[in-house]
């Protein structure tokens, strides 16, 4: 393979010419965020999916679900969504140009950053600059090219000092809220990066696509902006299909909306994306994790939040083992999905000294989140995060019980009876009823929805305040409560069950930005007559497995075509049948385009002899055998049995021109 340097438009050239993903409503003119895959884009995604669920679903024993999309907006508001579930975004004052502010923000001093090191390199006498010119010279026009969309690159040295509060506040650009990023434009002078103009002040923006249920418009709901409500909502169920088991797992893929404010990078940021979800429901008192010794010795390269808060970068390679026992990562459980994460996101091709995982500095975390890692990909982008790791604690389960009244909780009998001093609740209907009417639902609702140590606080209040206490209703309302309507007293408790939450520690993956990653980590251009692109999947999860083709299109080859398309289908090994009249090069290059590991050819010799050659898409090497043993070789390589390396150590080798 040849090491040369990446070039993200020609990939990206490759992409659309072979059709893996292209912008949906394209002849409309197409709209910002929205994709389609194409033949081999759905392939790649199916058979990134299928390992997926074997990864993780079967090899965990996880149940899989399959909700609904749209969702009610009690069910989000209950969630959090409804009110948190936003950015920030800024509008350009003259143009009316719309920006999210993080994201301008990032851009405008990362190009500043740039400048500096240009001017920096300009400034450095000629002796130099006569040999490295052409390199710099390249280099600055490729950052320019990047960053043109951002905002200009003006070749401007910075202090320092300045270049260190940059560098410092980009290190943690993630963790700014709509006052912050106000002081950030204010401070640094950020402007409309191609006008000039003046910003606003950033507003939230809540993510979410708004819909109505049914004709009447009365039934407000959302297309849901993640999948993970729907397994939580079916938590009850899971733990009865479960026989009441813990710990154990949900799993469901599917699509997820978001109004992204200003979708860029292709796939990477869209409005419609398929994800795949794990809730994983554990024991808040016990976090280990019953295979952690399976995994305890992986090392993994990670970024924990204290060493971004100093502004720095370095990634700390350590056993996973290691990384739990000293804290840096909360829980077994946690750690054990790190690993299975890497394995699988290794598995598919992406290349691990391009994956490190990134610990969420404490504001930046979702508002359900306690702790947090995500699972970032090294692209042409910069770093980006594909698999978001994050201690959910008992959250979403907590709130929704509390709106919906049902109790999600787990039961488990205690070995010993526990007994302890508790403090309760009991309430005096005879008098409770009468007194406050139609409202002592309500209060009945609040009242016992108290915990122990608010029930504590109200037995004070009331006897402070001549036994009587104010408290708000479900309805919203105050009313008064007094201590011959309800008692409130600590009291000798003897539990034989042990009642708890659990909580949730969720692996999120979004395919797309996985599958954008892995196209750019597969892809290599092979130096020849002309620069030809190959995408090198890992067979597994190539789009297409062997391309079946004939040296031309003499009529006697095409009964073996049929034949060996047929043979292969029968063993699940998917194929395509190329007898476009175009040289055998031309089909091979195009097949190393689309990804395609291995190549059929039927000539002269198959009519003579019934053998028949078979080329490896990376090494271009060729076997000669009979039909049935090169139908047997394909499919133990398809199914991992052996490898091309050992094919080449088993039978004679050729390469094309020794075979033309
Ligand atoms: N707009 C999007 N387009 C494509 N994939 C997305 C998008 N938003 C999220 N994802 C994917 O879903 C996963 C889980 O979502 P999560 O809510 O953790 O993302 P996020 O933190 O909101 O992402 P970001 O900070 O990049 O907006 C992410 O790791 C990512 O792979």
């Known amino acids: 393979m040849t090491d040369k340097k990446f070039d993200r438009a020609v990939l990206d050239q490759l992409l659309t010419k072979r059709f893996f993903f292209a912008p949906s409503f394209n002849i409309y003119g197409g709209v910002a965020g929205l994709y389609d895959y194409g033949p081999p884009g759905c392939a790649l995604q199916a058979n990134v999916l299928q390992l997926w669920r074997q990864h993780f679903v079967l090899e965990e024993d996880m149940l899989e679900l399959d909700c609904s999309i749209m969702t009610p907006a009690e069910v989000l508001k209950t969630s959090g969504h ?38 920096r390199r300009a400034e450095q006498g000629t002796a130099a600059a006569a040999t490295a010119a052409p390199v710099a010279a390249k280099d600055a026009k490729d950052a320019k090219k990047k960053k043109a969309k951002k905002g200009k690159v003006t070749a401007v040295k910075l202090d320092d000092a300045v270049k260190e509060e940059y560098t410092s506040v980009l290190a943690q650009i993630d963790n700014y809220d709509g006052a912050g990023l106000t002081e950030l434009i204010q401070r640094f ?44 909502l079916n938590f009850k169920k899971l733990l009865e299909f479960n026989n009441e088991r813990m710990p154990f797992a949900s799993a469901q893929i599917g699509r997820s909306f978001r109004n992204e404010i200003s979708p860029r990078a292709g796939l ?55 990384a739990v026992e000293q804290k ?69 389960l907590t709130v929704h019980a509390a709106r919906t009244k049902e109790k999600l909780v787990v039961r488990e009998p205690l070995p010993e009876p526990r007994v302890s001093q508790q403090w309760q609740l009991e309430i005096n209907k005879k008098v409770f009823g009468p007194t406050l009417k139609k409202a002592a639902k309500a209060v009945e609702e609040a009242l016992t929805s108290l915990t122990e140590c608010e029930l504590e606080t109200l037995s004070k209040r009331m006897a402070d305040n001549g036994g009587k206490a104010d408290i708000v209703a479900t309805d919203g309302a105050t009313y008064e409560v007094t201590d011959n309507m309800v008692t409130i007293q ?42 030809r692109g190959v995408l090198s999947f890992p067979t597994v999860v190539a789009p297409t497995k062997c391309l079946v083709q004939p040296l031309s299109n003499h009529k006697s080859f095409t009964p073996f075509l049929g034949d060996i398309a047929s043979r292969l289908r029968r063993l699940g090994i998917s194929n395509t049948i190329d007898n476009s009249s ?4 031309r089909t091979y290059a195009r097949n190393d385009e689309l990804g395609t590991p291995f190549g059929i050819t039927v000539d002269f010799q198959t009519v003579q002899d019934g053998t028949i050659t078979l080329r490896e898409r990376d090494s271009t090497k060729q076997i000669r055998e009979k039909i049935e043993i090169i139908v047997e070789v394909l499919k133990d390589l398809v199914n991992e049995r052996t490898t091309w390396a050992d094919v080449m150590d088993k039978y004679p080798v050729f390469t094309q021109q020794e075979l033309e």
């Open 82 to 119: 409804v009110d948190k579930f936003t950015d920030w975004m800024c509008k350009d004052l003259k143009t009316g140009e719309i920006f999210r502010a993080d994201h301008l923000v990032e851009g405008v001093l990362e190009a500043r950053l740039e400048g500096d090191a240009e001017a």
């Open 582 to 585: 175009v040289s055998v090069g």
């Open 268 to 322: 990477l940021r869209v409005r419609e994306f398929t994800m795949a979800e794990i809730e994983h429901y554990v024991d808040p008192e016990n976090k280990d994790h019953p295979r952690f010794a399976e995994v305890k010795d992986q090392k993994l390269r990670l970024l924990p939040s204290n060493v971004q808060l100093d502004g720095k970068t370095e990634l700390l390679e350590i056993s996973i083992g290691d």
């Open 328 to 396: 840096i990562v909360d829980n077994q459980t946690l750690g054990y999905f790190l690993v299975r994460v890497y394995l699988f996101l290794t598995r598919i091709g992406i290349n691990p000294e391009r994956l490190r995982f990134r610990q969420h500095l404490s504001n930046e975390m979702a508002h359900y989140a306690c702790d947090c890692w995500d699972a970032e990909i090294h692209t042409s982008y910069g770093w980006i995060e594909c698999v978001g790791c994050a201690d959910r604690s008992a959250y979403d």
């Open 490 to 531: 600590l009291a000798t408790v003897t539990e034989h069950v042990r009642e708890y939450t659990p909580n949730v520690i969720e692996p999120s993956f979004g395919i797309g930005r996985i599958l954008y990653a892995l196209m750019e980590h597969s892809y290599w251009t092979r130096e020849g007559d002309e620069q």
């Open 189 to 232: 002078n950020i402007k409309s990066p191609e006008t000039g103009n003046d910003l606003s002040e950033p507003v939230e923006f809540n993510l979410m696509f708004e819909s109505s249920i049914g004709p009447t418009g009365h039934l407000k709901g959302y297309l849901r902006p993640e999948t993970a409500q729907g397994q939580f």
